[in-house]
């Protein structure tokens, strides 16, 4: 029997972990991360999920505590996206929230408070091989596998890790949620950034930015000419890759290749310019160990995209087949090259792909 902290979102997936944990045995506490102090109308942030929370500890009869992180979740989450817009890089918030806070700040704690690992009811598994070395795979149910947003975790983080509800299907995660009547069991997944309040889109977004930043607005180019093709009104909203809200009028499609917030200016091309070169990556970190320059890997460039052939380079990733849309600031995550099942570790997109060589 472990001492096992889990960390209850308020979400249908954290409530079975926490339900699966204590039916396998384990000494049981829950834990909410209070992590955003202003307004939140959806994700993990907002009061309504911190009641949840509380009411699906009481209904499993396990402590209940919430953890006040908003600090730290100002600079190592918001700040951080803020000044990712302002450089015209591409932020992942809910990656960088689980590096720095639910495996960092949270294990922390969590070992400070005496415990052996911390559970989330993320769609993923840690496997262990014969070695006993753990090693971060895919969830069991393809369409929610969420190992791309853990793939920045590395070694220590996953000895202490428990995933339960990687085995199941998330049918079988609400049905489990039924049947032990919690009360988040028909609740719906979130899918918006948790600080963002209003809704998912570019308006909120902006919203929330301009509350923090000044924008500006920009002058779009055609990168072959440098003809200027038309405005947007916010340089910083503008990402590598998009395609839509250009306001620009010309023949055949054109996608962002580059966004210069200090020149006010959004570089567009056609589609394969997305697709050139090799693809730099910065704050790389392994799951296991170092790969090695050479290895043949699959990419992933968002939570639930496709996977693509790669090399490994000393830099970065060279891609072997079509990989586009990968703007500066995402997070790649690299897999095996077998079977795409493992996770062997992660990078942040420094630089377009477009003309790095």
Request: aromatic share 4%.
């Amino acid at each position: 029997m472990a001492r096992v902290l889990v960390a209850l979102s308020g979400g249908v997936d954290s409530s079975v972990a926490a339900a699966l944990a204590l039916e396998a045995g384990h000494d049981v506490v829950g834990a909410t991360m209070k992590l955003w102090g202003g307004r939140s109308d959806s994700g993990c942030c907002s009061v309504s999920d911190v009641e949840d929370a509380r009411r699906v500890a009481n209904r499993l009869g396990i402590d209940h505590h919430v953890f006040n992180f908003t600090e730290e979740f100002d600079r190592h989450v918001v700040e951080p996206y803020v000044r990712a817009h302002a450089s015209g890089a591409t932020p992942n918030p809910c990656i960088e929230c689980n590096r720095h806070l639910k495996f960092d700040s949270l294990l922390e704690r969590a070992g400070r408070l005496g415990f052996d690992l911390v559970a989330t009811g993320h769609h993923a598994r840690v496997r262990r091989d014969a070695s006993g070395t753990p090693r971060l795979r895919r969830g069991l149910d393809a369409r929610k596998d969420q190992s791309y947003v853990l793939s920045c975790l590395t070694p220590p983080a996953l000895e202490r890790l428990f995933l339960p509800v990687g085995e199941l299907t998330k049918a079988e995660v609400r049905s489990l949620a039924t049947t032990l009547r919690l009360p988040t069991a028909a609740k719906a997944d979130s899918q918006d950034v948790c600080f963002v309040a209003g809704g998912a889109g570019a308006a909120a977004r902006r919203r929330f930015l301009e509350s923090r930043m000044e924008l500006h607005p920009g002058v779009v180019v055609e990168a072959r000419t440098g003809a200027a093709l038309g405005e947007v009104a916010a340089v910083e909203l503008v990402t590598v890759g998009q395609r839509r809200g250009l306001n620009v009028a010309v023949d055949g499609r054109r996608f962002v290749l580059e966004v210069d917030v200090a020149a006010r200016r959004v570089v567009v091309g056609p589609e394969q310019a997305l697709c050139e070169g090799e693809l730099p990556l910065e704050h790389r970190s392994w799951t296991v160990a170092p790969v090695d320059p050479g290895t043949r890997v699959l990419v992933q460039v968002s939570a639930h995209g496709g996977l693509a052939p790669a090399e490994t380079t000393i830099g970065g990733v060279r891609p072997l087949g079509p990989l586009r849309s990968v703007a500066p600031g995402q997070t790649v995550a690299l897999y095996d090259g077998e079977t795409g099942e493992e996770v062997l570790g992660a990078g942040v997109a420094s630089l377009p792909m477009r003309g790095a060589a």
